[in-house]
């Protein structure tokens, strides 16, 4: 057990440290004076030792499905839940057993992390928590998920951000060589910023005219491929840079350490490129994606089936809900314009 002093920009605060069998059990600061600092104190040994004789460790159980995530997720998903969970163990002061868990203690972290960051964040934490239960269920080491009836906070919907062709032949104008044929895979291919980011020599099938991309958004996290036919524009684009002598033997992209490129540096340079461009607001990798589906969407030739195959969409539904977000129907505006007229 210990107790520490710390300065802050508001003055002296406490931390407390429980230890169990010289593990820490429970952590907390943020205390104004002692005496408030001893009291939780005393309420967390009582607290582990109640748990002592009884209950699931949640910090173990949570333990347990993050090792199973890092063999079946991607390492910024890992990341995410560690992030979560942590927030909620820290909330609770520290390890706790869910036979203890309190309805009342789930509202409060979920109006508290709502309150500080948003009803998104909130929203997503929420999922999280869920998600580390629903697997314990499945692996029968609990019998209830404590989260499911927390409904979600109210979010503003999202609006998608579609650049148009002048924007992108604006920044492609400013962007390094690079860059620019980053930015074109983008945009002849509608891939992930991912996909382009892990994409390989080997492929990129010059003979058979055609590349492949793989992706894990899939139930379960597995790579599947999903093949799309180049157009000569993106052929020549991918052959010049095979002949460069530069270029990696493995990767398309690499970063300047030599290794895969990474998708927080494209987030980083894009903004960047959209501001000397003039491009207000600015528009995302991602959104280089919606630009391609739109103008297939808009070619009135392209089948949804079509659509489907070179977005590598499973699901026809999936693609059918992206094109209606994507949509903007301009029907009652041109009939609007043609009364004015007459």
Same mark, same amino acid.
């Given at each position: ?26 952590? &907390? ?5 002692? *005496? ?19 209950? $699931?460790?949640? +910090? ?13 997720? *991607? ?13 909620? @163990? ?10 203890? @868990? ?14 500080? $960051? ?35 906070? =109210?979010?503003? !919907?999202? %609006?998608?951000?579609? =650049? ?6 604006? %920044? @492609? ?9 980053? +930015? ?12 382009? /980011?892990?994409? /390989? ?40 840079? &095979? ?30 490129? /959209? ?20 103008? +297939? !969407?808009?070619?009135?030739?392209? $089948? =949804? ?5 070179? @977005?590598?969409? &499973? ?23 043609? &009364?004015?007229?007459?």
């Amino acid at each position: 057990m210990a107790i520490t002093p710390y300065m802050t920009k508001s003055g002296k605060r406490y931390r407390v440290e429980v230890y169990r069998e010289g593990e820490r059990i429970a952590a &907390k600061a943020g205390f104004t004076n002692q *005496q408030d600092a001893k009291k939780w104190e005393a309420r967390a040994l009582v607290r582990a030792e109640k748990q002592g004789a009884i209950g $699931t460790d949640f +910090l173990r159980l949570a333990t347990a499905y993050l090792d199973d995530m890092k063999e079946r997720r *991607q390492h910024n998903t890992v990341q995410y839940k560690i992030a979560a969970l942590r927030r909620f @163990l820290s909330f609770m002061g520290g390890r706790f057993s869910l036979e203890l @868990l309190r309805s009342s203690q789930i509202s409060a972290y979920l109006v508290a992390r709502k309150n500080a $960051t948003g009803p998104k964040a909130a929203n997503r934490d929420l999922v999280e928590l869920r998600a580390v239960m629903n697997w314990a269920i499945r692996k029968r080491l609990y019998h209830d998920n404590p989260f499911l009836p927390f409904e979600k906070f =109210p979010e503003k !919907k999202f %609006v998608r951000r579609v =650049p148009t062709a002048e924007e992108i032949d604006a %920044v @492609l104008a400013v962007a390094t060589p690079e860059q620019k044929d980053f +930015l074109d895979i983008l945009r002849y291919t509608g891939a992930r910023l991912s996909e382009v /980011c892990s994409l /390989c020599w080997r492929d990129v099938d010059f003979q058979r005219n055609t590349i492949t991309f793989w992706t894990r958004k899939r139930r379960g996290g597995d790579l599947e491929p999903g093949t799309l036919a180049m157009p000569q524009v993106l052929r020549n684009v991918l052959a010049a840079r &095979k002949a460069d002598p530069a270029a990696h033997q493995v990767f398309v992209f690499v970063g300047r350490d030599g290794r895969q490129f990474t998708k927080n540096s494209v987030r980083l340079w894009l903004p960047t490129l /959209c501001k000397e461009a003039n491009v207000d607001p600015p528009f995302t990798a991602h959104s280089v994606r919606h630009y391609f589906a739109t103008l +297939l !969407k808009d070619s009135g030739v392209i $089948t =949804p089936f079509q659509i489907q195959a070179a @977005l590598r969409h &499973k699901n026809l539904s999936t693609t059918e809900k992206y094109l209606h977000e994507l949509s903007v129907d301009r029907g009652v505006a041109a009939l609007l314009d043609g &009364k004015h007229d007459a």
